[in-house]
């Protein structure tokens, strides 16, 4: 088989698949590394992962790749990598991706670059499946494409009727963009749009599968994570915080960056949406009056029982 039929067998895959050489300079780059990150074939090929194009990171929020990413740590000693990282869309969002890195070796033993295998990590399917049956439902908010406000006050209130009935617990999480109308100001209201939808996409895709996300109005989001501690709730919280603060719009010459905000509840029994959703909002305030970009977490459990 020639060099081109291996090309297409490789497009062909739903993974994105990638090449690089020694220097870690992509030589090549398929159609589903297209689909996943968003660059082109063309954008890529020839520039070095060094250049930290796709600025993948880890859940901490470090950078990977200006240092021992798993493609440069692979060449290094030899060994194949897996590890689940975060990868920049170039749309500005974040995405989960689990990475497969195997170096590649010349007849001689030598080892002359890597291959990485990535999959998109963030249940993408399932969540589109979703966004059909909201839009039928008319559930969708217009911008953003996730759940509006009247999804999450219908959600809220089956999740509370769960918990009475079966002892489901659940919590809420309020986002709120921090000086979201400085950005307003500053970019146009075009560029707040799209500020907007990166937050969206990096909330959706980054919660768990079994999590909804919506719109609650203006620049706040909502979160409703099903069976969580207040530990996990807090977990939960901070991740989402970091991988928007990691997120970030390219706008003309400039890149646009925003952080959140956060408040979160456990739901109590005899809690109705209102008020579930009125503790997050205090403690999304606490947040606000700390200084921003930081997660409040309601600590008080004795009444949920």
Not at 26 to 39: L, P, T, V
Not at 141 to 154: A, Q, V
Request: some cysteine.
């Amino acid at each position: 088989m020639d060099d081109s039929l291996y090309k297409k067998l490789l497009d062909e895959m739903y993974d994105g698949v990638y090449f690089v050489d020694r220097q870690r300079r992509i030589m090549y780059w398929n159609r589903g590394a297209e689909r996943i990150s968003g660059y082109s074939a063309d954008e890529v090929i020839g520039r070095f992962c060094g250049d930290n194009l796709l600025r993948h990171v880890d859940a901490c929020g470090r950078r990977l790749c200006t240092g021992m990413c798993p493609l440069a740590a692979a060449m290094h000693d030899g060994q194949p990598r897996q590890a689940e990282v975060i990868l920049h869309h170039k749309h500005g969002h974040c995405v989960p991706v689990l990475v497969r890195v195997t170096p590649i070796r010349d007849a001689q033993g030598e080892i002359i670059g890597a291959v990485e295998v990535f999959s998109d990590n963030s249940h993408q399917k399932a969540a589109q499946e979703e966004i059909e049956r909201l839009r039928a439902l008319a559930l969708l908010d217009p911008l953003t494409g996730i759940g509006n406000r009247r999804f999450i006050e219908s959600n809220t209130y089956s999740r509370l009727e769960e918990l009475r009935r079966y002892g489901l617990s659940f919590g809420i999480i309020l986002i709120d963009i921090d000086h979201f109308k400085a950005v307003n100001d500053r970019f146009g209201h075009l560029v707040g749009d799209d500020v907007l939808k990166m937050v969206a996409r990096t909330l959706a895709h980054n919660v768990r599968a079994f999590d909804v996300v919506g719109r609650w109005g203006g620049e706040e989001f909502v979160v409703i994570a099903q069976n969580v501690s207040i530990a996990t709730l807090e977990s939960l919280a901070e991740r989402l915080r970091v991988f928007i603060e990691q997120s970030s719009l390219p706008v003309a010459d400039k890149v646009v960056h925003v952080t959140v905000s956060l408040g979160a509840t456990l739901a109590r029994r005899t809690d109705t949406p209102a008020s579930i959703l009125g503790r997050a909002d205090q403690m999304l305030y606490v947040s606000k009056q700390r200084g921003r970009n930081r997660v409040s977490v309601e600590e008080d459990t004795s009444v949920l029982i």
